[in-house]
C-alpha cells in the first residue's frame, strides 16, 4: 500500500483556503490584505527595502495546524511526565511512620491524589489546547511558527536566509506518524522548527525548502 503524494506548500495553502467555512476564508483573507496593507506602508516608508521583506516582517498568525495525531503523542507524554511526579508522592506517603506528627500523616493521605486529580486534569486538557493553538505555515516569504500554550512564541525565518532544512524523528514521534521540520539560519536566534507534522508532509515541505533556499542561494551568486 502506497502512502499518498504529500502536497506541496502552495498546494496545502490552496486546500487549507478551500476547505475553511466562508466566515474563516473571508477573515483570513482580510488579515492577509491587512498584512500586505502594513507591509507596503512600511517599504514605502523606506524603513524596509522592499514590499517582499516587508511582508516577512509584519507579524500575523500562522494559518496551518499541527497533525491531529499531536494530541495522542502530547497525551503520552503527558502521562510519562506525570508518572514521574506521582510516584515519588505515592511512595513517600507510603513510608511515613504512624508516630509521625498529625499534619504530616494527613498530608501524605491527601497530597498524592490532590496531585493526581491536577495531572489528570493535565493529561486530559494540555495537549488539546495545544493542539487548538500551535500554528505554522510556509508562505513565498517565510517559515512562520507560533507556538507555547502559556507563553506565546510567534517565529518567522524568511526563505532568503534558510541555509540548512533537517527532519527528525523521535521514538513516540514514529509510534504516532509524525516528524519535525528544523530550519536553521546563519544565527541561532533565527532558526525555528515546525513540530508534529505528518511525517510525509515534513519530508514535502522540507525538500521544497531546500529547493527554494537553494535557488537564492544560485541568484545571489
Known amino acids: 500500500m502506497t502512502e499518498p503524494e504529500p502536497a506541496s506548500a502552495a498546494t496545502m495553502q490552496e486546500m487549507q483556503a478551500r476547505s475553511a467555512p466562508p466566515e474563516r476564508r473571508d477573515a483570513s483573507a482580510e488579515a492577509q490584505a491587512g498584512a500586505e496593507a502594513d507591509a507596503d506602508a512600511l517599504a514605502d516608508a523606506g524603513e524596509l527595502s522592499g514590499p517582499a521583506e516587508a511582508r516577512a516582517a509584519v507579524p500575523r498568525e500562522p494559518q496551518w495546524r499541527v497533525a491531529r ?3 495522542g503523542l ?10 514521574f511526579l506521582l510516584i515519588p508522592a505515592v511512595a513517600a506517603a507510603l513510608f511515613v511512620p504512624e508516630d509521625a506528627p498529625g499534619w504530616l500523616v494527613w498530608a501524605s493521605d491527601v497530597l498524592p491524589w490532590a496531585l493526581a486529580v491536577l495531572l489528570l ?3 486530559l486538557l494540555l495537549p488539546r489546547y495545544k493542539y487548538a493553538v ?3 505555515e ?4 517565510g517559515v512562520y511558527t507560533l507556538t507555547g500554550w502559556l507563553s506565546r512564541t510567534w517565529i518567522l525565518v524568511p526563505i532568503s536566509r534558510i541555509q540548512t532544512v533537517d527532519v527528525t ?3 513516540l514521534q514514529r509510534m504516532f506518524g509524525l516528524a519535525s521540520v528544523s530550519v ?9 522548527e515546525i513540530h508534529q507534522l505528518e511525517h510525509y508532509t515534513a519530508a514535502q515541505v522540507a525538500d521544497d ?3 527554494r533556499a537553494n535557488l537564492y542561494d544560485d541568484d545571489a551568486t
Not at 184 to 192: C, E, I, K, L, Y
Request: charged letters at 15%; zero cysteines.
Open 74 to 83: 502530547w497525551t503520552v507524554e503527558a502521562i510519562i511526565q506525570s508518572l
Open 134 to 136: 500551535h500554528r505554522w
Open 121 to 123: 486534569g493535565g493529561i
Open 69 to 71: 495525531s499531536a494530541i
Open 138 to 141: 510556509v508562505t513565498a516569504d
Open 184 to 192: 536553521r539560519t546563519a544565527s541561532a536566534h533565527g532558526s525555528v
Open 209 to 211: 525548502l531546500s529547493k
Open 169 to 171: 524523528r523521535g521514538p
